[in-house]
């Protein structure tokens, strides 16, 4: 399918949205960043892309109530070994929301559909299997989507992935407060005179509209409403035999959460064929941001391993 311009439900302004975000990347990627869009039954699920190659392409999936945005520190060293791909789920970011009768006539995520989104985006590629790349969040849709689908997934890089088994109430408010800082602050920059930096303004622009504000608050609270149900899936499943890095961070937590987390994380790396577990000294949660060599070694040493057994 050709990737078409123009949005369906979302207006010109999300349009905007995507061209401050590839600007952002383009910035400090080599070569051309370039905007992709994929109808999804009338709205539009948006990404941008960078880099070139015929080997296995890298998906990036952000965390909880995040944009594409947040893989700046990655994504241009990814794009020097071949295709990487960060795009913005449903509401989020330049993606279109779903539309209904929910709250300002915009639906509430769900793990089914998050999904289907993301397939659909790899299926898209053409490029056959891709490697995903999750954060948080966004660690526990790439396993979901490899347990479901596994002829989509080459390589699995989760980053500090969330588990349905470590939900403290005291992180879930935390999360959710540390959304609401973040959108206030992107609305006050917003306000100004515009911030004359492009990242200062990707990062307005992805909290200007009221349904990525709602989307933020709605994601974060489908990840504590889906819990039985990843809990039942992850009993009856198994990852397929791709290589798997699962990397954890060890800041951020009282000592004891955090080897609660990490064990769990290492257990999904053990119980993978090919599984690595690696434990990033001196990174918070948001490894990619605050140790980002290591995810992108990561991310390139399970590319190569999926290269070498594709034979691409």
């Not at 010109?12 to 952002?24: E, F, K, M, T």
């Not at 974060?220 to 499943?237: D, G, H, Q, S």
């Not at 948001?286 to 190569?304: F, G, K, M, T, Y």
């Amino acid at each position: 399918m050709q990737d078409k311009r123009g949005t369906r439900t979302g207006g010109p302004g999300l349009r905007s949205v995507q061209d401050a975000i590839a600007q952002a990347f383009a910035e400090c990627t080599p070569g051309e960043v370039r905007p992709g869009e994929l109808d999804r039954e009338g709205r539009a699920l948006r990404w941008v892309e960078a880099g070139q190659g015929t080997g296995v392409p890298v998906v990036l999936i952000a965390g909880c109530g995040t944009p594409s945005l947040t893989w700046t520190p990655v994504l241009p060293e990814l794009a020097r070994h071949g295709r990487v791909v960060a795009y913005d789920r449903a509401g989020l970011g330049a993606s279109d929301p779903c539309r209904g009768s929910g709250r300002a006539g915009v639906v509430t995520p769900t793990l089914d559909g998050q999904l289907a989104d993301l397939a659909a985006l790899v299926r898209h590629l053409d490029a056959g299997p891709v490697v995903l790349v999750g954060h948080s969040w966004g660690g526990q849709l790439a396993q979901l989507l490899a347990w479901q689908q596994p002829e989509l997934v080459a390589g699995l890089v989760l980053v500090d992935p969330a588990h349905e088994e470590f939900q403290p109430p005291a992180i879930r408010v935390a999360e959710a407060a540390l959304n609401r800082l973040g959108m206030l602050r992107a609305a006050l920059a917003a306000s100004s005179h515009g911030p004359a930096d492009p990242l200062a303004r990707a990062e307005a622009a992805v909290v200007a509209h009221h349904h990525q504000r709602w989307t933020v608050l709605a994601e974060n609270r489908l990840t504590t409403v889906v819990v039985p149900e990843v809990r039942r899936r992850r009993a009856t499943a198994r990852l397929p035999e791709v290589p798997v890095a699962v990397l954890s961070a060890t800041e951020g937590l009282p000592g004891r959460m955090r080897s609660r987390w990490t064990a769990m994380q290492s257990q999904i790396a053990s119980r993978a064929t090919r599984g690595t577990h690696i434990v990033v000294r001196g990174s918070g949660h948001a490894v990619h941001a605050d140790q980002p060599r290591a995810v992108i070694a990561a991310a390139l040493e399970v590319s190569d391993h999926a290269r070498y057994i594709r034979k691409v």
